[in-house]
């Protein structure tokens, strides 16, 4: 056995309660100012301790939005949200399953071609292609919409690729079994793999959905309407105006919202993030 | 590798791909495409006629000492971000990999940043250390700093580094761990009984062994700080002061929002794609398989 001198235990759990310390430090503060009062906030005399207007500043937040620049209530920047990330996460997932479906369990000409076509756009993020994508999305008259902040990003190299190795794993006896029961290429889908790529499916959903809700520069550029703004855009129109007008215990409550769900996601389902996160990146 | 057991049909696979490959050729390719052929096209100042003038929109930028400084900046925050957020986490990671009493609590505790966007980030981070009403921005006066992000370029390019770095040590933290916890215990026990203290087998026995996470680590955290510190800057600093934390991703959309030399933004697209194919070549090539979860 390696030997674990009780010194030795005992520094790790203070290093480890330092990092912690840390990581959450800047969103404890945000929770604090979040109940105080803008007023005592913008002359720099924050507490570190939390306030009396935690009711107050979150009932304004969600329905009423700053009640300066915007005036977009932050519940419907969230539903906004939510719409684009479950586009996102299952859009990809259903499209990258059948089209593994199809490379893997089919035959057919340019079959490797159109694997390749598929695994190139991991070289093609958003980023490299903003301007003359978001032409193209305003040529389709797809701005504004929630088909324009979802479908451009839908394709996913990663996806498809999971799936087709998972797939190959699939032992060849289950087909010919299934295939002795009368079942074509649909039920053979339906009936057994689906229900096999359960677990994957799950671990993919996880981080598609983090990655969807968390998207920032697509819907930045798309969105000119304020009733169909994200969260991640609206919270940044708020800081926008002259520093003395931002409302702070908005901001740092709309910040608070904007981390919620996909935060409660990884908590929540630790085993199926740290998962999908590994399978993806491989 | 092909499957033996398979099914005969002569449409239904074109229409199971289909979709996917309307996506991609309609969102990725034609626009991938459109900025190559723009990249080689020079408009003149009224939009009306354009030539094709070779790779002389190229040849401007490099000329332009405000991109060749764009560039290095983009590279040295990608050093700054990695080496900082990579050596804070593998620390955090070693600690955790203890026998220690409470340690899946230890990892929830430290794995959720990665769920925060990164304007979330920004927005956090400016609060904390804005110059006239920041928390933090108190103390640092009280030690004597004359701290001011909006108008110090390197104090500004500080900040964000620092913001970066923070929310990608969760990451880091969950592939060290896995990285450590898949290093055979009999290795360091074999080192404990030839008598190496602590220290000694962490640098002669962990850390060579870890060397192909730490690798693999270090490609992601770089694509990370040149595409996904887009929503940082823009909420923290816009790029400013002056240029001061301009990166690459962040010039090419404020280029194109000024709406200017459509050549000039399209050439800065397309190197960046050249960038990302190669960094996710490297990936590719020297990663894969290599890394031992």
Redesign the interface.
């Known amino acids: 056995?390696?030997?674990?001198e009780g010194f030795?235990?005992y520094?790790?759990?203070v290093?480890?309660w330092i990092?912690?310390a840390?990581?959450?430090?800047?969103?404890y503060?945000?929770i604090v100012?979040s109940t105080q009062d803008n007023a005592v906030?913008?002359?720099?005399q924050?507490s570190?301790l939390p306030g009396g207007h935690f009711l107050e500043t979150y009932y304004q937040t969600l329905f009423v939005g700053t009640s300066g620049s915007t005036r977009e209530p932050v519940l419907n920047m969230m539903l906004n949200s939510l719409v684009m990330a479950l586009l996102i996460a299952v859009g990809k997932i259903?499209?990258?399953i059948?089209?593994a479906?199809?490379?893997?369990?089919?035959?057919?000409p340019f079959?490797m071609a159109?694997f390749w076509?598929?695994f190139i756009?991991?070289?093609?993020?958003v980023?490299?292609?903003?301007?003359?994508?978001y032409?193209?999305?305003a040529d389709l008259h797809l701005l504004d919409s929630y088909a324009g902040l979802s479908?451009?990003l839908?394709?996913?190299a990663t996806a498809?690729l999971l799936f087709r190795q998972f797939?190959?794993t699939v032992p060849?006896e289950l087909?010919?079994a299934s295939r002795i029961d009368g079942a074509?290429?649909f039920r053979?889908f339906w009936d057994t793999l689906l229900p096999l790529s359960r677990t994957n499916m799950a671990a993919l959903f996880v981080i598609l959905f983090?990655l969807g809700?968390?998207q920032?520069?697509w819907p930045?550029l798309i969105t000119t309407r304020d009733d169909m703004q994200t969260i991640?855009?609206g919270?940044?129109k708020m800081?926008t105006t002259t520093?003395a007008l931002t409302e702070?215990p908005v901001?740092?409550a709309t910040?608070l919202l904007?981390?919620l769900p996909?935060?409660f996601?990884?908590?929540v389902m630790?085993k199926l993030?740290?998962r999908g996160?590994?399978e993806t990146?491989? | 590798?092909q499957?033996?057991?398979?099914?005969q049909?002569?449409l239904?696979?074109?229409a199971?791909?289909a979709?996917?490959?309307a996506?991609?050729?309609?969102?990725?390719?034609?626009?991938?495409a459109?900025?190559v052929i723009?990249s080689f096209l020079l408009q003149d100042a009224f939009g009306l006629s354009t030539s094709f003038v070779w790779f002389e929109n190229y040849l401007e930028l490099f000329k332009d000492p405000a991109y060749f400084a764009a560039i290095v900046r983009t590279f040295a925050f990608s050093f700054a971000i990695a080496v900082s957020s990579l050596s804070?986490a593998l620390?955090?990671a070693v600690?955790?990999d203890?026998?220690?009493r409470g340690s899946t609590l230890?990892?929830?505790?430290?794995?959720?940043?990665?769920?925060?966007?990164?304007?979330?980030v920004g927005?956090?981070?400016?609060?904390?250390l804005h110059p006239?009403?920041?928390?933090l921005s108190?103390y640092l006066r009280a030690m004597g700093v004359d701290w001011n992000p909006l108008l110090d370029g390197d104090q500004a390019a500080a900040l964000i580094i620092l913001a970066a770095a923070?929310k990608q040590?969760?990451?880091n933290f969950?592939?060290f761990l896995?990285g450590l916890q898949s290093i055979p215990?009999s290795v360091?026990?074999a080192a404990?009984i030839d008598g190496a203290r602590?220290m000694r087998r962490f640098w002669t026995v962990i850390f060579p062994l870890l060397s192909p996470t730490i690798f693999f680590l270090l490609v992601?955290n770089i694509v990370y700080a040149f595409?996904d510190t887009?929503?940082i800057i823009?909420?923290m600093t816009r790029g400013g002061p002056g240029k001061a934390t301009e990166t690459l991703?962040y010039k090419?959309?404020t280029d194109?929002l000024l709406g200017g030399n459509l050549g000039s933004?399209?050439a800065q697209?397309v190197i960046?794609?050249v960038i990302?194919?190669v960094l996710?070549g490297i990936q590719f090539r020297f990663v894969?398989r290599k890394v031992t979860?």
């Open positions: 056995m390696v030997e674990e030795q235990r520094l790790a759990h290093i480890l990092g912690i840390i990581v959450a430090f800047p969103v503060l945000a100012a906030i913008a002359n720099g924050m570190l259903a499209i990258s059948i089209s479906y199809a490379i893997v369990y089919f035959r057919f079959r159109i076509i598929i756009t991991l070289m093609l993020p980023e490299v292609r903003i301007y003359p994508t032409k193209i999305v479908l451009p839908i394709a996913s498809t797939f190959m060849d087909l010919e074509g290429p053979f983090i809700w968390n920032y520069l930045l991640q855009v919270i940044r800081i520093d702070w901001v740092m910040a904007a981390m996909p935060v996601v990884v908590v630790q993030f740290v996160l590994v990146e491989k | 590798m499957k033996q057991a398979i099914f049909s002569k239904l696979p074109y199971l791909v979709p996917q490959l996506i991609v050729l309609i969102f990725f390719y034609w626009p991938a459109q900025a723009q804070f620390l955090l600690m955790a203890k026998p220690l230890y990892r929830t505790l430290l794995i959720w940043p990665y769920a925060v966007a990164p304007p979330v927005v956090l981070w400016v609060f904390m006239s009403l920041g928390v108190r923070w040590i969760s990451y969950l592939f896995a215990k360091i026990e404990a602590p992601i595409f887009f929503g823009d909420t991703v090419v959309y194109g933004s399209a697209s960046l794609m990302v194919v996710t894969e979860y």
